[in-house]
């Protein structure tokens, strides 16, 4: 052991060496993290610096100010933490703010689910709404009401989007679920024709309740083109009439997008003149219509080329 430090201190010992050693520590040393490091420790003294000059580099070498160096991490998506411990200068290992972003993105992924809706309303946000005509100001300024009421934990219906093809219901349906999102509040937003498909998919197997649940429980749920489901008395009565029955007991908002108005939904909703299918039909409107405010969207089909 003696002969290797020896050799060591020999090779330390060498003009180019300890010109080189010098440097690196004059760099250390002057890094800003460590020079506020020192500066609220006023205990460390020369010799602790000098037993922990490695320690010392291991933090500098990662971090460029109070930012990790993601490419020289020696932890991915860890950042070094100086401290003292013992006597001694050590290093300690927490997680980075980009690790922290990533891991809030994600959640908030979780958060807000989108389902069974075309990729161009995706990114929907209320600032590229177009407000060209009267109706379209009512319609943001509603949802802008409603998202303000969430907020504040008030109590608040749900809105009932309604109009012509094309008009922009959908992409007001999804910016408010994308500000949702940002707002941390536990969204699903789901196109109501692939919602029954895959509630007929769910039915046959053992994760239709835990599936039925999600939609019941989740705090806002926005159900975009209801009405253009193919309906049956299951999904009306069983589906729908479920899912907005708990709601409409817990309080629990739902928001609506449709190319139907309330009555032209009941009408849906029928599906035969059979007395107990009208019954059954307005039953399930009344639910609708108590707990969402109705907004009609005006105007020409704008997805035409």
């Known amino acids: 052991m003696e002969h290797i430090q020896s050799s060591i201190e020999k090779i330390l010992s060498r003009p180019d060496v300890a010109e080189s050693v010098r440097a690196i520590q004059q760099?250390?040393?002057?890094?800003?993290?460590?020079?506020?490091f020192l500066r609220t420790h006023p205990e460390i003294d020369q010799r602790m610096i000098e037993r922990g000059m490695l320690k010392l580099n291991e933090y500098a070498e990662q971090m460029d100010g109070n930012r990790l160096i993601e490419s020289k991490a020696v932890i991915e998506g860890y950042q070094p933490i100086l401290h003292v411990e013992k006597g001694q200068i050590v290093v300690s290992y927490e997680k980075s703010q980009?690790?922290?972003?990533?891991?809030?993105e994600r959640a908030l992924e979780k958060k807000f689910k989108s389902l069974f809706l075309p990729d161009e309303v995706r990114d929907a946000n209320f600032s590229d709404f177009d407000?060209?005509?009267?109706?379209?100001k009512l319609a943001?300024?509603?949802?802008?009401q409603f998202l303000n009421?969430?907020?504040?934990?008030?109590?608040?219906?749900?809105?009932y989007l309604h109009g012509s093809f094309g008009v922009g219901k959908t992409y007001l349906l999804a910016a408010i679920g994308n500000a949702l999102k940002k707002e941390r509040i536990a969204t699903i937003l789901v196109h109501a024709p692939g919602f029954v498909a895959e509630a007929k998919r769910r039915i046959r197997s053992d994760s239709f309740d835990t599936f039925l649940e999600g939609f019941q429980t989740i705090p806002v749920l926005l159900i975009d083109d209801i009405?253009?489901?193919?309906?049956?008395p299951w999904v009306r009565d069983e589906l729908f009439g479920i899912i907005l029955q708990y709601r409409m007991m817990h309080r629990l908002p739902t928001l609506f997008s449709s190319n139907l108005s309330y009555d032209e939904l009941e009408?849906?909703?029928?599906?035969?003149?059979?007395?107990?299918?009208?019954?059954?039909?307005?039953?399930?409107?009344?639910?609708?219509?108590?707990t969402t405010q109705?907004?009609?969207?005006?105007?020409e089909n704008r997805r035409r080329y």
């Open 227 to 232: 009405g253009a489901e193919s309906i049956s």
């Open 294 to 299: 109705p907004i009609e969207f005006l105007g």
């Open 140 to 144: 943001l300024r509603a949802a802008s």
């Open 131 to 136: 407000l060209s005509t009267t109706d379209r």
């Open 267 to 290: 009408l849906h909703f029928g599906i035969t003149n059979d007395q107990g299918d009208k019954l059954k039909a307005a039953r399930l409107m009344e639910r609708i219509r108590t």
């Open 98 to 104: 980009a690790l922290k972003d990533r891991e809030d």
């Open 27 to 36: 760099r250390v040393l002057s890094h800003p993290g460590v020079v506020m």
């Open 149 to 159: 009421h969430l907020r504040s934990k008030e109590a608040v219906k749900g809105l």
